[in-house]
């Protein structure tokens, strides 16, 4: 637990105020009592680590001395009432994320770093980790634990980088809050990972405060990244247990290993960013260095862009620096349309523009840009917003194109864009009987429950990332976020819409049986 925190929160019970108490320093014991399990996989109190309360502002406790399992720390003496105790790297250890992780090293656990909680406990002085005494002190106790996958190589490769976990359905808690969602990956990188002659690999991930139950039916495949090519292996492990506070451990032999498609992770944004003036006056400028702070902070690998003129894209190109390119694909008849904004490291194959229907007399003709890259198909469009008359003709004029020209791709095909309805409706999910919606051929693979216009108050969700559903791929969708919020610039103020991003892993299918999730 280097580096680890132990927090504190002091909450005022709303009918009692605080009293008075004495201030001189205090020896605070803390006893931490860890399964055996974790211990054995390097759970134990380092020099380094530091009790922080924050009452009434924020108390610093140096660690006194280690005996065991049991830590001392010395500090003042804290009013309160009520307290959560908190073991963790992370100050919010609610949202540490447990899909991405690193190991030096094929069997080393250095980097497990456990999260531990006392919660709404009666007293802080003397403290013990464990079920018993949080409720014999009014809380509950909560604990992450570890996975480990023992795996034989089925090859004498010399080194590998990585083990991945794909399950066949979201079960792998993304973070210790009830409300975070699940994903169906998690990634661990070797760093250092030379294997020996015995050939095993020792992969230990971290898992959640929550228990994490695989059900009976789900499928998980490991895969594992060698320099000698990818390997998965797929495993029924029938319903099983992620438990808190334990190690949980599958062993897999060299046997029944199948060379896999190698695997691409991208990061796709949809933007539509108002022609980079509808909060011009408050900001006292267009809007490009928001925008492109904003693209850049997520990582962004490819942007569909909405609202833009082909001079905008250009400066917007130019502000993102070096390594980035553009398409523009203008509306019949009107200066402006949607723009597709990539990164340099993308080699394209062909670029497409098309315009879509519009049988409402008087309102602006929409289009759909399309860039075909090596690994992905990308499409941006904007539907209208004025009635459902003129978007469900516009959709099924999407839907046969793509159908037509990449219905049983081995690319995975992404729309993105300003869809002018919200997930309920039947333009979006298909729901109604005379209506072909996105739904019918498309799956929305980014947030959906949150809002995304209008960025000043209130609103509704009316931008998408979809992919299609047909094509012979596999992917894991492993982060997808409505941006409202981003270091150093205002969102809400940067267009009147917020942006969506998504991060995809995908790859070839081995077999035609078409689209599938791992």
């Not at 019970?13 to 605070?28: F, Q």
């Not at 334990?246 to 897999?252: F, G, M, P, Y």
């Not at 690994?375 to 004029?397: E, G, M, S, Y």
Request: glycine share 8%; hydrophobic share 35%.
């Amino acid at each position: 637990m280097e580096k680890t925190y132990i927090i504190l929160l002091c909450a005022l019970l709303l009918t009692v105020g605080c009293t008075p108490e004495d201030t001189a320093n205090k020896e605070v014991l803390i006893e931490a009592t860890y399964s055996g399990e974790l211990t054995q996989v390097g759970l134990a109190w380092k020099k380094n680590d530091q009790l922080r309360i924050n009452a009434e502002g924020v108390h610093q406790f140096p660690l006194s001395s280690i005996e065991g399992n049991k830590a001392t720390f010395a500090g003042n003496k804290v009013k309160g009432g009520i307290f959560d105790i908190i073991i963790s790297r992370e100050d919010d250890f609610m949202t540490r994320s447990y899909l991405t992780q690193e190991q030096t090293g094929t069997s080393s656990t250095s980097h497990l770093e456990f999260d531990s909680a006392l919660m709404g406990v009666s007293s802080y002085e003397q403290v013990t980790f464990s079920d018993e005494w949080a409720q014999a002190n009014g809380g509950k106790f909560l604990q992450s634990g570890c996975l480990l996958i023992s795996l034989k190589l089925p090859v004498s490769a010399s080194k590998v980088t990585q083990v991945r976990l794909e399950a066949s359905s979201p079960v792998f808690y993304a973070t210790n809050s009830e409300s975070g969602a699940k994903s169906s990956v998690m990634t661990l990188d070797i760093v250092k990972g030379t294997v020996g002659v015995d050939r095993t690999v020792k992969a230990y991930f971290a898992t959640s405060m929550q228990e994490t139950v695989i059900e009976a039916g789900v499928s998980l495949m490991v895969v594992v990244e060698t320099d000698k090519g990818a390997y998965g292996k797929e495993v029924a492990p029938g319903k099983t247990s992620l438990t808190p506070g334990r190690k949980t451990t599958i062993a897999l032999d060299s046997k029944d290993w199948k060379t896999v498609q190698e695997s691409k992770t991208v990061t796709f944004m949809t933007y539509n960013v108002g022609k980079f003036l509808k909060y011009k006056e408050e900001i006292g400028h267009y809007s490009y260095a928001e925008v492109a702070s904003i693209i850049r902070q997520c990582g962004a690998d490819v942007v569909g862009l909405n609202e833009v003129i082909d001079n905008q894209v250009q400066k917007l190109s130019a502000e993102m620096g070096e390594g980035w390119n553009f398409y523009f694909a203008p509306a019949a008849g009107y200066d402006n349309g949607n723009a597709v904004m990539a990164s340099s490291g993308l080699k394209e194959v062909r670029r497409i523009k098309f315009d879509l229907p519009c049988i409402t007399e008087g309102y602006q003709t929409r289009s759909l840009g399309v860039v075909e890259y090596e690994d992905f198909v990308f499409c941006v469009t904007h539907l209208d917003h004025h009635n459902r008359a003129n978007r469900v003709p516009q959709i099924k004029q999407i839907n046969d194109w793509v159908k037509t020209n990449y219905g049983n791709s081995d690319k995975p095909v992404i729309l993105v864009g300003d869809m002018n309805a919200v997930p309920e409706s039947p333009e979006i999910s298909n729901s109604s009987a005379d209506v072909e919606g996105l739904g019918k051929y498309w799956k929305s693979i980014s947030v959906t429950d949150g809002v995304t216009y209008p960025s000043s108050d209130g609103g509704k969700c009316i931008d998408y990332i979809f992919i299609w559903k047909n094509n012979l791929i596999e992917y894991a969708l492993k982060k997808s976020e409505i941006v409202t919020s981003c270091p150093g610039v205002n969102v809400s103020l940067a267009s009147d819409h917020y942006p969506v991003y998504t991060e995809l892993t995908f790859r070839k299918k081995s077999s035609a049986a078409g689209v599938n999730e791992f």
